[in-house]
Structures are given as C-alpha cells and as structure tokens.
C-alpha cells in the first residue's frame, strides 16, 4: 500500500518536472524569438533613421527636392515605427526604459534637429547651412546610432543570458525527469517484484497446495506468509485443510470401528455355530443311536436324559446369543423400577439351593430392603449366573457365601466359592465372551457368555461387576448398584 | 500280569474329546469290540496316546490347553505315532483342509452320523490291519 502511494507521487513529481522544463524550453523560446523581433524592429528603426538622414543630408546639400525622398517616406513611417517597436520593446521595465531613452533620442533628433534643418533648406539657401548640417547633423546621427548600438548588444546580451539560464533550468529538468523516470521504472520493477513476492506466489502456493488437497494429500500445510487478505487465504486454507483431515481421520476411524464391530460379528456367528454344532452333535448323535441299534431300557433312559438335557442347553446358548446381541446393540430394555436387591438375592438363593446336595448356600442380608431402580428380572439373571457359577466351579461342594449390604451409596452383593479358582491367565478375559477356560475338560457346561451378559446387565443398571481369585481355594464375585434415591 | 496279545485282541481306539457325551457317543457309533482310552483335552490326550499306542485315534479340534490340530501336529512329529490313524471330528465345518493338511487321514464334521464315523473306522483299521 505504502509502496505503491509512493510510486504514484513519484511518477507525478516526474512528470511535474517534465512540464516544468518544457514550459522552460518554451518560455526560452518565447523571450529569444521576442529578442529577435525586438532586433529586427531596432534594425528596422536603425535603417529608418539612416533613410531620414540620407534623405535630408541629400537635400540639404544639393537643394534638389527630388532627394528629400527618402526622408519624406521614413518621416512618414516613422511615428508607425516607433509606436510598434514602443509596443514590443516592453516586456520587462529596464527594456522599457532603455526604448523609451531611445525614442527620445530619435525624438530629438527629429523634432530639434532634422526636421528644423529640413525646413529651413527649404526657405534658405543650401550653402550657408552645409557646414553645420555636415558638423551637427553628422553628429547627432552618431550619438542616435551609438545608442541603437547600445540598445542592441544589451538586448542581445539580456536575451543570451536568458536562453542560456532557460536552457540550464530546462538540462536540469530534463536530467531530473530523466532520473525521476529511472527511478521510476526501478520502482516499478521493485513493485512488480514485490507483489510477485507478496500476492502472486502466496496465491500460486495456495493453489498448489489446494491441487495436493485434491490429491488426497490431506497433510498439505501452507507456511504462513504474506499480510492482509493474502494472510487469511493463506490461514483459511490452513484451517481447511486441519479440518478436512480432522473429518477423514474421523471417518477412518468410524470405518475401522464398523470393521472391527463386522469382523467381532462375522466371529460371533462363526463361534454360535460352532457352539451350537456341540449340543447338536450329541441330540442328534443319540437319537440316531436310539434309531438305530439295540439298546436297553436303562441305555434308552440314559440317552434320552443327554437329549433332553443337550436340547435345554441348545434353547439357553440362543437364548443368551439374543441376550448378548441386544445388549451390544443397546436394544435390551431395563426397567427402572425401585425394587429390593435383598429379596431378589434371596429368591435365586432359594431356587438353587435344592440342585446340588454337596452345597451350602449362606446367604447374609439386612433386615431393611435393598432399594436400588432397577429391573428385577434382569438382577435375578445376574445373581442367578454368579450362583451357577460358583456351584459348577465348586465340583467338590463346599459353603457358597451370599452377602448383601450397603455402603454408603451402593448396594454390593457378592458370592464367595471355594471351588478351583480362576486361573491367573484367564483373569484379565473372564468377562469375554465364550471364556470358560478349562471348565470343559472339567465337564463343567456353560455357554461361555454368562459373565459377558452379567457384566452388561450391571452396567446398564450404572453398576460394576469384579471378582477376586486364587486358584485352588476359590473365587468371589461381586456387583455394585448406586441405590436408589429416595424419592 | 502282562499276556501275550492274543490275535483277536481288540484294537485300541483313543477319543480325545472334551464333551463327555460325546465321547460317550463316540464310543457308541464304534460299537462293541474296541478297547477305549478317552481324554478330555489336548495334553493328557498327547500322554495317552504315547503311552497307550492306539490304532486309532478320534480327535476333536476344539480341546482345552492345546488345540486339536496342534495335538496332530505333534503326533505325526513322534516316530511311532507317526502312522496312526487319526479322524478328525470338529464343529467347525469349514477346518477340514486344514486338518487333511495337519495329516488327518478323515474328517468327519459335527453333529456326525454315527455310523458314518463307524465306517471312517472301519475303513482306517482295517487298511492299517493288513500286513504288508
């Protein structure tokens, strides 16, 4: 911006330079052609002056009339004359005076010499006048003469210094135009660089930098440059770009999820198939037995119990396999209502503690209810779960301790075996899905999904579920529910 | 204590399978006339065959501590187990090149038939029984 106020005064003082020499040259011009036709006009004077004097130094001498005309004519051009050389020699009041002095002279010359002289050779005779006309009238003439000389050389001499100080003042403007112009175009050029530097490659990199864009090069930055609206492209295109590859990183990372969650599927149904296939393979198996050969009745009964009970195992695998879909789908509804975690635990400890002879289920609660919101349907499965679990990983039997209590804001229950333990490999996975580590060569059934779902149900009540471990000695499992607030 | 093998002595088969009730069907498919080894999972199934010899072998793909075809593997590295007869019996249907490749000599997928298992026994026994 300053650059560029600064180029156009200086190419404005440039062509003020340029006008002023040449109104220099002109006005130099004007005064010399001014000085010639005062020249001329004296010359013209000069000859006029000689015209009266041949004229009347003739006349004077001879007598003869015929003579007196030169003097006739330039005595009558003579006041023409003087009026348009008065006229001209009048630019500068020193000119003015110098004519005015001439004028007199000539004046005087005329009206007190020529003139008296002319008009007494008419009346008198030539003779008796000659020697003071030759002696007065040479004389004056000379002196006229002298002056128109004077007047001359100081008209010429003024107009030569004039010329020469317009001609000087006139080298000088042009030499400063002529600088004025390098500077200029130098100026220019510096200008032209300059927006080349500031504007032209700022907006080719930006372009570049948008065609890598469009590329795919979405890691394209822009190295800060240039000032103004060309800084804001430049900080604009950086800030698209940030974006652009904020949104691609997004979308990357979204498509990676919904390749993991496609592959985690694609694995579930592998591992339901597979799952399934075991319990199929004894119901089908034996039935095909029982078709087939010839087995007695205490083999028929035994068989048909695998069946049935390989057939219960088949309709629990689906429906936890649905459990866990809903629960990773989000889909499984929770009811919220304010139930008793206590009677819950005591329901399920109920339910189990006539299945196996060679456990003792100890259950400890509160008198006061355990109130948490919730869905007792869906706690019961828990509780339900960590009961199976801790009697089918207590083969030998043994105390199973239920406790239920409360702690400041929370409702913990835990289960507490003395069965084999949780291997310390199998810790960290334990609430995977399809986990049941060694539990199959101890012919201990199990989907391999019931921590998975226990695990998702708790957390859906914004509970937490964990346990402690040693193998050998036994394992305790416990949840942990916000209570609920009174309202 | 110890007999000479009588020529009809039984031949020997070891099921190693995790499933109870499917070793119990195992046994069932092959019917009377086979002594029986069973193991529940991979190492103890390795054990006993190195120390039982079997004819032949059953043996799942899906067993606990060492998988079945890791078992195969290590069974055709060991010099007098290398010739053994081995069917493969697995859920997962789609193993069966891998388990051929292991050096299974069948593949029988579950459920089975069990008198196709049958004949897939009958055929290896009797192939293995004929002195060359």
């Given at each position: 911006m300053v650059g560029s106020a600064l180029l156009a005064l200086l190419i404005a003082a440039v062509f003020g330079v340029l006008v002023y020499a040449v109104t220099t040259l002109d006005d130099a011009t004007k005064r010399e052609r001014h000085a010639k036709a005062v020249t001329a006009q004296t010359l013209q004077l000069e000859k006029l002056m000689l015209d009266l004097d041949t004229g009347l130094r003739g006349f004077v001498l001879t007598g003869k009339r015929d003579l007196l005309g030169p003097w006739t004519s330039a005595h009558a051009a003579l006041p023409g004359r003087l009026k348009a050389f008065r006229r001209l020699a009048s630019t500068t009041s020193d000119e003015r005076r110098r004519a005015e002095s001439l004028i007199a002279a000539i004046d005087q010359y005329v009206s007190g010499y020529a003139e008296p002289v002319v008009e007494i050779a008419r009346t008198t005779p030539a003779a008796s006048r000659t020697a003071i006309v030759r002696v007065e009238g040479a004389q004056e003439l000379a002196g006229i003469r002298s002056r128109f000389g004077d007047f001359l050389s100081t008209e010429n001499a003024l107009s030569a210094a004039r010329t020469s100080a317009a001609q000087r003042r006139s080298d000088e403007a042009i030499a400063a135009a002529v600088a004025g112009l390098i500077a200029s175009a130098l100026l220019v050029t510096g200008f032209g660089l300059y927006l080349s530097r500031s504007i032209a490659r700022p907006v080719r990199e930006v372009a570049d930098g948008a065609a890598r864009l469009a590329g795919g090069d979405l890691a394209t930055r822009l190295k800060p440059q240039g000032f103004g609206e060309v800084e804001e492209l430049t900080n604009a295109f950086n800030r698209m770009a940030e974006r652009l590859e904020a949104s691609r990183r997004e979308l990357e990372a979204q498509n990676e999820r919904l390749r993991e969650s496609e592959s985690a599927k694609s694995e579930l149904v592998s591992v339901v198939a597979h799952e399934l296939r075991t319990p199929l393979a004894s119901v089908l198996g034996f039935t095909s037995v029982l078709r087939q050969r010839e087995v007695t009745d205490e083999q028929r009964r035994e068989y048909l119990g695998i069946i049935e009970a390989q057939a219960r195992r088949l309709a629990a695998l689906v429906n936890d396999f649905l459990d866990v879909q809903r629960l990773e789908e989000g889909n499984l509804s929770i009811a919220k209502e304010l139930i008793d975690v206590g009677s819950v635990v005591r329901e399920q400890t109920e339910l189990f503690a006539g299945q196996s002879p060679k456990h003792l289920l100890d259950v400890s609660l509160p008198e006061t209810p355990l109130a948490v919101r919730g869905d007792s349907n869906r706690l019961a499965q828990v509780v339900a779960n960590l009961l199976s679990n801790a009697i089918k990983y207590s083969p030998q039997g043994g105390v199973v301790r239920v406790t239920g209590k409360r702690e400041d804001s929370i409702v913990r229950v835990s289960i507490q075996d003395e069965g084999v333990g949780i291997p310390a490999e199998l810790q960290r996975e334990i609430f995977g899905k399809f986990v049941r580590g060694h539990a199959t060569a101890e012919g201990i059934e199990g989907s391999g999904l019931g921590l998975a779902i226990s695990r998702s149900l708790v957390e859906a009540h914004g509970g937490n579920i964990n346990f402690e471990s040693t193998t050998g000695r036994g394992s305790t499992f416990w949840f942990e529910l916000p209570t609920a607030s009174p309202e | 204590m110890t007999s000479l093998p009588e020529p009809t002595a039984a031949k020997t088969v070891l099921i190693c399978e995790d499933d109870s009730n499917l070793r119990t069907l195992v046994r069932l498919a092959l019917g009377d006339g086979y002594r029986f080894f069973e193991a529940p999972d991979g190492p103890s199934g390795l054990a006993l065959a190195h120390r039982?010899?079997?004819?032949?072998i059953v043996l799942d793909l899906m067993l606990p501590g060492q998988g079945g075809l890791d078992v195969l593997a290590d069974l055709r590295r060991a010099d007098d187990l290398a010739e053994t007869p081995v069917i493969v019996i697995s859920a997962w249907s789609h193993s069966d090149e891998a388990a051929i490749e292991a050096g299974a000599d069948r593949f029988v997928a579950k459920p089975f038939d069990p008198n196709e298992l049958r004949d897939a026994a009958v055929a290896l026994l009797e192939d293995d029984g004929v002195p060359a």
């Open positions: - | 039982t010899h079997p004819d032949l």
